[in-house]
């Protein structure tokens, strides 16, 4: 069988002039016509069976550049054919990526009659991993020439005007940024219109996509230098980076980390959205109590060794001693997270003592210790350090002393106390003969409470009366 050149379709024009052109030319109208009408093998021009090698598909469909159409099998050479397409503006590459290759669509033969190559028009799509990145099922609609949830044009990532682009327009309007994903993407993305300073492998400072890199549309997202370091949602940077400078973090966020111009509000990251903003467990306290009060610490510090966690659990529950104090008898408590003196950039909780503390009363972040404080004083004068942070229980006689230490208590109880007059004759709704509070609603409450066993008390003369112990007598 002899094939004229002259034969060749006119749309063969745009194929490559002189000798060589003429040969592949030619040789693409040879086999076009034998699949047409029947061929025996070998073809003409003497195809080897391996025809993945040395562009040896171009033969049938392509070009010497590559083997896509332009050709295609049927000798159509414009976009606007569906056999032809964007073929070419996925495998030379372009302004958003460099080149695909054609298994990224097609199984690529190795031989010329391997299953499924040469059959009935037209050829099969078979999406590559790539085209499925993120669980998708890519879809080509023939009908329309449409390609839709595939990962290439951004099914995957939000915002993009053109999510189903047309296989036979090339004109350079579906590959546009703001095509495929927004440009910036919404929220929570980043308002930042400056993609480098996130994707500096990807886009260049001069906002193009680095094709070299290959690190654009390669199924990852590339953000290798942010704002933040790596492994930024793990609490023990993320948490520890806002409690130290949060007024870094209102830089991009917002001054009410509800956006700003990162358009990413805390709101929109954290379970239960805004709740976090007034509820103080979100930081802090939840292991011993609900109350807030460590443990946990902002950095989940545990033990009572740590001044951030100290003492508070035996003073924000019901112990022997007192009822459960609430956190503004040392603290001014906040109402949201955001109120002033809240999260002030390291500098430590701040102390606020109120009127049951004692009007003298002071805290030494350094040694960990309270002093001039009511609520651990005798009764007579306020107290001279305590520890914070010691896990040793208190005892009656570590504020009031004993028989031993008399002296330190206020009027006679020293004389009662060596006579063996009990707390509880004088003080029977507080104390019990076992000296264990009874009503501790009057234990550390600010007053003192008497109420004698048999007599009254005058807490205006200090003085007892009908006693069965003695006459009136004056406490002083």
Not at 28 to 40: D, M, N, P, R, S
Not at 184 to 189: G, I, L, N
Not at 285 to 313: C, F, K, Q
Not at 315 to 331: D, E, G, I
Request: glycine share 10%.
């Amino acid at each position: 069988m002899t094939i004229e050149k002259s034969m060749r379709p006119d749309s063969y024009s745009s194929s490559p002039s002189g000798s060589a052109a003429g040969f592949w030319s030619g040789l693409a109208i040879t086999v076009f016509l034998c699949f047409l009408i029947g061929c025996t093998e070998p073809l003409p021009d003497g195809l080897p069976d391996t025809i993945a090698d040395n562009n040896a598909c171009s033969v049938c469909h392509g070009s010497q550049d590559n083997a896509a159409p332009p050709l295609s099998v049927s000798g159509l050479s414009s976009s606007s054919d569906i056999e032809v397409g964007a073929h070419q503006i996925h495998l030379t590459g372009g302004n958003i990526r460099a080149a695909l290759p054609c298994e990224s669509c097609h199984i690529v033969p190795l031989t010329l009659d391997q299953q499924g190559h040469r059959d009935a028009a037209p050829a099969e799509i078979t999406w590559s991993a790539l085209a499925a990145t993120g669980g998708l099922s890519p879809v080509w609609n023939r009908s329309d020439a449409t390609c839709s949830a595939v990962y290439c044009h951004g099914s995957t990532i939000s915002g993009g005007s053109l999510k189903k682009p047309v296989w036979t327009k090339v004109n350079g309007t579906q590959t546009a940024c703001g095509t495929c994903h927004g440009n910036p993407p919404p929220p929570p993305h980043t308002t930042e219109s400056q993609c480098y300073t996130c994707h500096p492998g990807t886009v260049t400072a001069a906002g193009n996509i680095d094709i070299t890199g290959n690190r654009h549309i390669d199924g990852v997202i590339q953000s290798f230098q942010t704002p933040h370091p790596a492994g930024w949602n793990e609490p023990a940077i993320h948490g520890d980076a806002f409690y130290d400078t949060p007024e870094n973090c209102k830089t991009c966020h917002g001054n009410n980390l509800d956006g700003g111009t990162s358009g990413l509000s805390c709101d929109q990251c954290h379970t239960g959205g805004n709740a976090w903003r007034t509820n103080c467990l979100f930081c802090h306290g939840g292991l011993d109590n609900a109350s807030g009060a460590p443990p946990y610490g902002l950095r989940g510090e545990t033990s009572v060794s740590s001044p951030v966690v100290g003492a508070h659990t035996a003073h924000l529950t019901v112990n022997p001693s007192h009822t459960a104090w609430a956190c503004s008898t040392c603290h001014t408590v906040p109402a949201s997270w955001s109120d002033p003196g809240h999260i002030d950039s390291g500098t430590g909780a701040g102390i606020n003592f109120s009127s049951t503390a004692g009007s003298n009363a002071i805290y030494n972040r350094t040694t960990a210790t309270c002093k001039s404080l009511y609520c651990h004083g005798n009764g007579k004068t306020v107290s001279s350090n305590v520890s914070w942070t010691s896990s040793t229980a208190l005892t009656c006689r570590s504020c009031h002393g004993d028989s031993n230490n008399s002296g330190s208590l206020s009027g006679e109880h020293s004389q009662h106390i060596s006579e063996g007059v009990t707390c509880s004759a004088c003080h029977k709704t507080v104390v019990n003969s076992a000296n264990n509070i009874i009503n501790k609603t009057t234990h550390i409450n600010g007053a003192v409470n008497v109420s004698l066993t048999s007599g009254t008390y005058n807490p205006t003369s200090r003085s007892c009366s009908g006693t069965n112990c003695h006459g009136s007598e004056s406490w002083y």
